[in-house]
């Protein structure tokens, strides 16, 4: 997971649960030949344990040599899978613990997490949703404990499409994801009471957004990487307002100033400082704390 859930400006991807490849383990070492017609002629039979070429011990029900209906098969690493199985496969509903003690519960498709289940850590992060192919996509909600948790649309195993991300100290975000990422338009909100609606790409504040603060500012404007840079209105809580150009996060360019009298000035600020005013009477320097 790293530490992305501290701060707003970082990944907020958190840990992706991505189960230990299982599809390959659920096939015989020793190939069956013409199951067709062995399943065609067999009857569904409980027998003992057999241990299998791979050294894997399989408990329950066959059909003919096609392990089939309920089972449990025990690999020599400790893993195991204990539920329904056709034609020699995990299918259906069923539990595997994985030698690292990772546990899913869910459905499966010929040998691999496909379906609704849930994947449990042995560290405590979770996830309940619906699985395709044995990643995680479509509807899904991820838990790191302490409060740390996404609901939304996964794709391929990532986060992918709308989603709600709280982290453990109240921050969250609502919007849309793209490959783990933040990226379309969202809304965050900051533990200290700032906001910001707008757009996003790659977990960075990127294209139009409006920006407020507890204390009354707001921003509105064009975004570059998580600062302001190009187009952008800024107004302080007595009224002021700075109508301009932005780069770097600072007032850069021509702008159009009004003071909380309604006195309009047109100048030109570089770096976060006004050089000089167009025309009117001297005033005080501005320099904008944003």
Same mark, same amino acid.
Not at 24 to 40: K, T
Not at 45 to 62: I, S
Not at 156 to 170: C, L, P, S
Not at 176 to 198: H, P
């Given at each position: 997971?790293?530490?992305?859930?501290?701060?707003?400006?970082?990944?907020?991807?958190?840990?992706?649960?991505?189960?230990?490849?299982?599809?390959?383990?659920?096939?015989?070492?020793?190939?069956?030949?013409? %199951?067709?017609?062995?399943?065609?002629?067999?009857?569904?039979?409980?027998?003992?344990?057999?241990?299998?070429?791979?050294?894997?011990?399989?408990?329950?029900?066959?059909?003919?040599? %096609?392990?089939?209906?309920?089972?449990?098969?025990?690999?020599?690493?400790?893993?195991?899978?204990?539920?329904?199985?056709?034609?020699?496969?995990?299918?259906?509903?069923?539990?595997?613990?994985?030698?690292?003690?990772?546990?899913?519960?869910?459905?499966?498709?010929?040998? %691999?997490?496909?379906?609704?289940?849930?994947?449990?850590?042995?560290?405590?992060?979770?996830?309940?949703?619906?699985?395709?192919?044995?990643?995680?996509?479509?509807?899904?909600?991820?838990?790191?404990?302490?409060?740390?948790?996404?609901?939304?649309?996964?794709?391929?195993?990532?986060?992918?499409?709308?989603?709600?991300?709280?982290?453990?100290?109240?921050?969250?975000?609502?919007?849309?994801?793209?490959?783990?990422?933040?990226?379309?338009?969202?809304?965050?909100?900051?533990?200290?009471?700032?906001?910001?609606?707008?757009? /996003?790409?790659?977990?960075?504040?990127?294209?139009?957004?409006?920006?407020? /603060?507890?204390?009354?500012?707001?921003?509105?404007?064009?975004?570059?990487?998580?600062?302001?840079?190009?187009?952008?209105?800024?107004?302080?809580?007595?009224?002021?307002?700075?109508?301009?150009?932005?780069?770097?996060?600072?007032?850069?360019?021509?702008?159009?100033?009004?003071?909380?009298?309604?006195? %309009?000035?047109?100048?030109?600020?570089?770096?976060?400082?006004?050089?000089?005013?167009?025309?009117? &009477? &001297?005033?005080?320097?501005?320099?904008?704390?944003?």
């Amino acid at each position: 997971m790293g530490n992305s859930l501290a701060c707003y400006d970082s990944n907020v991807s958190g840990q992706i649960i991505e189960p230990k490849p299982i599809d390959q383990q659920w096939v015989l070492a020793e190939p069956v030949s013409d %199951v067709g017609n062995q399943l065609a002629n067999a009857k569904l039979e409980e027998r003992p344990a057999k241990t299998l070429d791979n050294g894997a011990v399989y408990t329950g029900q066959w059909l003919g040599e %096609v392990r089939e209906g309920k089972g449990n098969q025990q690999w020599p690493d400790g893993s195991a899978y204990d539920g329904n199985w056709q034609n020699d496969k995990a299918n259906g509903r069923g539990r595997f613990i994985h030698d690292n003690g990772d546990l899913y519960d869910g459905e499966w498709l010929d040998g %691999v997490a496909h379906g609704e289940g849930s994947y449990k850590h042995q560290d405590g992060s979770t996830y309940a949703g619906q699985w395709v192919n044995d990643k995680q996509d479509g509807e899904g909600i991820e838990t790191w404990g302490e409060g740390v948790k996404f609901e939304g649309q996964f794709k391929m195993g990532k986060k992918h499409g709308k989603g709600y991300f709280v982290w453990q100290d109240g921050a969250n975000y609502k919007g849309e994801f793209s490959g783990n990422d933040r990226s379309g338009t969202g809304i965050y909100q900051w533990a200290d009471g700032r906001r910001y609606d707008g757009q /996003w790409k790659a977990n960075k504040m990127h294209g139009k957004g409006f920006f407020t /603060w507890r204390d009354g500012r707001t921003y509105e404007g064009e975004y570059n990487n998580d600062e302001k840079e190009g187009k952008g209105i800024f107004k302080w809580p007595d009224g002021s307002v700075y109508d301009g150009q932005w780069k770097a996060g600072k007032l850069n360019g021509r702008g159009t100033y009004t003071s909380s009298t309604g006195q %309009v000035r047109e100048g030109i600020w570089e770096n976060g400082q006004r050089r000089h005013f167009n025309s009117g &009477p &001297p005033a005080s320097e501005l320099t904008a704390s944003v």
